[in-house]
């Protein structure tokens, strides 16, 4: 089996990942710098809690965008492949950070590329976004569409790091998958995304937050599909590729409401507020090119899914900050 190196290792889609590359045997290398910007760290640690049991498991604490870290990770460590997860996420924060934004997500990326190949790295496994479509590409999202117009600091500096990827698969011949992943919940999904911040709402007898009115639609994938495409990229070396990671069916904001208020047992108050500048009326991904050369199938509808989540929110998740 391959040492995996894991960035943000202990975040959602991180953790997940680990613990799939665990179960099926793999050396596992994660590293995350616990950055406070949407939870803290024993949150993170709970995250993990099963792969730190695990004898085939190191965690590093360390910040991509230490150059020197990094290279005493790769020079102790020797991963052959690399999953890159680790970034400033979220469009709405990255309005206020984008230097932060621009710093972890390119410059960190960087480096981590830099790394991979100076050490002869088999396979790298960008996690990318949808947010990088914009608001006027045409649905479905195709990944030969231009993604040249993204809205947000967030989604500019993930296209960004597709095109280093690009640069540094054209001059060394690395192997790169670049996934864009669409709209990703499930448990240990962040707080400040809509489904978890929703839950809390409705289960609090707060106001539910809902931009504009009500009809946007976003291509909502559930973690266990996303780690299926991951694992599947890391497995299958293609020179440089880009690939969508969706569900295929976008679902309107109010019958995301109208799914956890059946799932919680409980009605919603909801509060109408305007569109932010930042948010697309549409996420939606052509999940063709996926099914092809990852033999990806998303299998969790998102009437499923919710009751999922809402089942690991009632038992864990609802008391995070």
Not at 53 to 59: H, I, L, R
Not at 132 to 154: L, M, N, Q, W
Request: a neutral charge.
């Amino acid at each position: 089996m391959a040492t995996v190196l894991v960035t943000g290792a202990a975040g959602f889609i991180g953790s997940h990942t680990v613990d799939r590359l665990l179960a099926r045997g793999e050396q596992v290398i994660g590293v995350d710098n616990f950055d406070p910007l949407f939870y803290g760290r024993p949150i993170k640690e709970r995250n993990l809690r099963w792969a730190l049991s695990q004898p085939n498991f190191t965690f590093v604490t360390a910040d991509i965008c230490d150059g020197e870290a990094m290279r005493q990770l790769f020079e102790r460590y020797r991963p052959q492949k690399v999953i890159h997860l680790a970034a400033l996420a979220g469009v709405v924060p990255s309005l206020e950070r984008p230097v932060d934004y621009d710093r972890v997500n390119v410059l960190g990326t960087t480096i981590l590329l830099d790394l991979a190949r100076r050490y002869s790295v088999e396979m790298f496994v960008f996690g990318s976004s949808s947010s990088v479509y914009g608001a006027d590409t045409k649905a479905p999202f195709r990944e030969d569409a231009p993604a040249v117009k993204p809205i947000s600091p967030y989604g500019a500096t993930k296209r960004m790091g597709e095109i280093l990827a690009f640069t540094f698969h054209h001059l060394f011949g690395l192997n790169i998958t670049c996934l864009r992943f669409f709209t990703v919940y499930g448990p240990r999904q962040r707080p400040d995304l809509a489904i978890y911040k929703f839950a809390r709402c409705i289960l609090q007898g707060d106001p539910v937050p809902i931009y504009g009115d009500g009809t946007s639609q976003r291509d909502y994938t559930y973690i266990d599909d996303i780690v299926d495409g991951i694992l599947a990229a890391l497995d299958k070396p293609m020179g440089y590729e880009i690939i969508n990671l969706g569900c295929g069916e976008p679902v309107v904001l109010l019958r995301v409401v109208e799914l956890l208020e059946r799932a919680l047992g409980k009605k919603a108050k909801l509060q109408f507020l305007p569109m932010p500048p930042t948010d697309p009326p549409l996420t939606h991904a052509d999940i063709t090119k996926a099914r092809k050369l990852l033999g990806y199938e998303p299998k969790v509808r998102i009437d499923e899914g919710i009751p999922r989540f809402v089942e690991w929110f009632l038992r864990e998740g609802h008391d995070r900050p």
